[in-house]
């Protein structure tokens, strides 16, 4: 679905976003604020961790005081009128506790959770208690939770498939749950949005030939906007992941490892469209 320049000139709707800092400018914060900009919001960022990174590895990552993440957040919504909310890393259980109160105190719209467990090199990034605080404080005030099958097995570790695992992230409130399937061994990437009373679309692919630093960021990120944007829950996830793909289609090397997605593919001479 294409977007009009015009329109996105007029509205700009403002998403507050959580989550860690990366000094490579492909995930976390900076992946955020350019797939927000690409589509015609303005992210609001608040920095939830600081992190230690290339585009191979994270060697290490601080969690923020909570008290500042929480500061940080009341001194932006007291300000700005907020349209959307994404979630991205979550370092430790009191950081979760803080979100969720914001999002309990001062969010009605469209919340958006990455539940992120571990850097796309496969470093380790969410504790089992976090993981546990992500699953009953956000999960259940999601509009859309956007696992990989890695992620959505964590998240429900009694389940016996990914269907499973899914419909129980549903059970705990959630509205949709989009599962990526970049890690499972299928010639087509199937991504599968599972919703309420049974609904259930799997959306393929292309598989493409590298890795990415910031995919799921990227992916959050931009249902999280469309949403803000007023379209429907089905054409924001549908139309995010075809915003994504061209996205990593596009990507370049910046480092000796992992990709980094062009968010701004289509203002470097690409004749492909936002969306």
């Given at each position: 679905?294409?977007?009009?320049?015009?329109?996105?000139?007029?509205?700009?709707?403002?998403l507050?976003?959580?989550?860690?800092?990366?000094?490579?400018?492909?995930?976390?914060?900076?992946?955020?604020?350019?797939?927000?900009?690409?589509?015609?919001?303005q992210?609001?960022?608040?920095?939830?961790?600081?992190?230690?990174?290339?585009t191979?590895h994270?060697?290490?990552?601080?969690?923020a005081?909570?008290?500042?993440?929480?500061?940080?957040?009341?001194?932006?919504?007291?300000?700005?009128?907020?349209?959307?909310?994404?979630?991205?890393?979550?370092?430790?259980p009191?950081?979760?506790?803080?979100?969720?109160?914001?999002?309990?105190?001062?969010?009605?719209?469209?919340?958006?959770?990455?539940?992120?467990?571990?850097?796309?090199?496969?470093?380790?990034?969410?504790?089992?208690?976090?993981?546990?605080?992500?699953?009953?404080?956000?999960?259940?005030?999601?509009?859309?939770?956007?696992?990989?099958?890695?992620?959505a097995?964590?998240?429900?570790?009694?389940?016996?498939?990914?269907?499973?695992a899914?419909?129980?992230?549903?059970?705990?409130?959630?509205?949709?749950?989009l599962v990526?399937?970049?890690?499972?061994?299928?010639?087509?990437?199937?991504?599968?949005?599972?919703?309420?009373?049974g609904?259930?679309?799997?959306?393929?692919?292309?598989?493409?030939?590298?890795?990415?630093?910031?995919?799921?960021?990227?992916?959050?990120?931009?249902?999280?906007?469309?949403?803000?944007r007023?379209?429907?829950?089905?054409?924001?996830?549908?139309?995010?992941?075809?915003?994504?793909?061209?996205?990593?289609?596009?990507?370049?090397?910046a480092?000796?490892?992992?990709?980094?997605?062009?968010?701004?593919?289509?203002?470097?001479?690409?004749?492909?469209?936002?969306?």
């Open positions: 679905m294409m977007l009009r320049m015009q329109e996105l000139l007029e509205q700009r709707p403002a507050l976003v959580f989550a860690g800092l990366d000094p490579t400018g492909g995930a976390g914060l900076q992946a955020d604020i350019e797939t927000i900009a690409s589509l015609g919001g992210a609001l960022p608040v920095a939830t961790a600081t992190t230690v990174q290339d191979r994270v060697y290490s990552f601080t969690p005081d909570p008290a500042l993440v929480l500061e940080q957040a009341r001194t932006v919504l007291s300000d700005i009128s907020v349209a959307g909310v994404k979630v991205g890393l979550v370092p430790d009191a950081t979760a506790r803080v979100i969720h109160s914001i999002l309990e105190d001062y969010h009605q719209g469209p919340i958006v959770i990455d539940p992120v467990l571990a850097s796309g090199g496969g470093d380790n990034l969410m504790t089992s208690g976090t993981r546990e605080a992500v699953r009953s404080l956000l999960v259940p005030l999601a509009t859309v939770v956007t696992p990989n099958s890695l992620e097995r964590a998240l429900a570790p009694e389940s016996g498939s990914l269907d499973s899914a419909v129980e992230m549903l059970s705990l409130g959630a509205r949709f749950v990526t399937g970049t890690h499972e061994e299928s010639a087509e990437v199937k991504n599968t949005l599972y919703g309420q009373a609904y259930r679309e799997t959306f393929a692919w292309g598989r493409l030939p590298h890795s990415y630093h910031g995919s799921g960021c990227t992916l959050a990120s931009a249902i999280a906007t469309l949403l803000a007023g379209m429907q829950a089905h054409a924001a996830i549908g139309s995010a992941q075809d915003y994504t793909w061209k996205s990593l289609r596009h990507g370049y090397a480092g000796r490892g992992q990709r980094i997605p062009d968010r701004f593919f289509w203002a470097r001479g690409s004749r492909e469209s936002w969306i």
